[in-house]
């Protein structure tokens, strides 16, 4: 098959197209012919050599894919071969198929166009893995979402209204912030130009965040926790910002609050399988039913990777960049 290699790593240019050995769908696991492949920024990392993929994954890029199911492997129920699905995956979506353990497939959701559907896995899992499952985001609360404009944020915005909640997002333009505001955010601040800190406070009468969503990590880590609010919820799932901060363990303590840090590429198979089940059975709905919508700002054809990722690397998009097969 055909795929994208990294023989060295580097900048947008060390993509590599080769012919590869096909994947073999091993027991528990679907063979997928891949008809698009969602862009990520672990990806970015990734080719940059700075995040390499979990042991016994594919070594090609590539977090979750759409497209059907070509074999099953021993002991697979549920689903059959030509199934449209898409896929949660450790590696190896920048390809023309790829085995996935069946716990991580999902159906393409009603409405829902086939190619489209690979923008959804990654961010689904993310965002109700960390801001329903860890953070447990409740009706009423405040919920602050760092890059609301990114393919993690729009979903995270359009989640946290479905359940009722308030959204805060930082984004760096005029129009990303827009966008934000057509997909439900009530609180727009623009980080190069205003202190979300100060921004929030004044937006929720002191109140400050319930829940934060950080993709910055050790930047905002202390920023983080002053525009939390009592018994309030920091999750990061990014280190944009850096790896290391001090935290000031009185203010947490005075405050209540919870930080978390989590990854969800390397987790254990069981718990992807838990995560999927979780966003099949409560983003789903919201998908089908038009409450949820996909944000896609772009598809290139697979051979265009080195396209795709100067995107990623200038942030001038807005939700999801796709890699279209065929």
Known sequence: MYAITIPEPGGPEAFVGAEVPDPVAAAGEALVQVVAAGVNRADVMQRQGYYDPPPGAPVYPGLEVSGRVLALGEGVSGWAVGDEVCALLAGGGYAEKVAVPVGQLLPVPKGVDLVDAASLPEVTATVWSNVFMVAGLRPGETLLVHGGSSG?????????????????????????????????????????????????????????????????????????????????????????????????????????????????????????????????????????????????????????????HVILDESSHIGKVLLVTS
């Not at 947490?252 to 919870?258: E, F, G, T």
């Not at 840090?261 to 254990?268: D, E, N, Y």
């Not at 979780?278 to 983003?283: A, L, N, P, S």
């Open 152 to 308: 993690i944020g729009t979903m995270a915005i359009q989640l946290g209204k479905a359940v009722g909640a308030r959204v805060a997002v930082t984004a760096g333009t005029p129009e990303k912030l827009e966008s934000c505001r057509e997909l439900g955010a009530d609180i727009l601040i623009n980080y190069r130009e205003q202190d979300f800190v100060e921004e929030l406070r004044e937006a929720t009468g002191g109140h400050g965040a319930d829940v934060i969503l950080d993709n910055m990590g050790a930047k905002y880590l202390e920023r983080n926790i002053d525009a939390l609010a009592i018994n309030g919820r920091l999750v990061v799932i990014g280190l944009q910002g850096g790896v290391k901060a001090e935290i000031n363990l009185n203010t947490l303590l005075q405050k209540r609050l919870a930080v978390a840090a989590t990854s969800l590429r390397s987790r254990p198979v069981e718990e992807k399988a838990a995560i999927v089940a979780g966003v099949r059975e409560h983003v789903w709905p919201l998908i089908e039913s038009g409450t949820v919508r996909t944000v896609v700002h772009r598809r290139l054809p697979l051979s265009e990777v080195s396209a795709a």
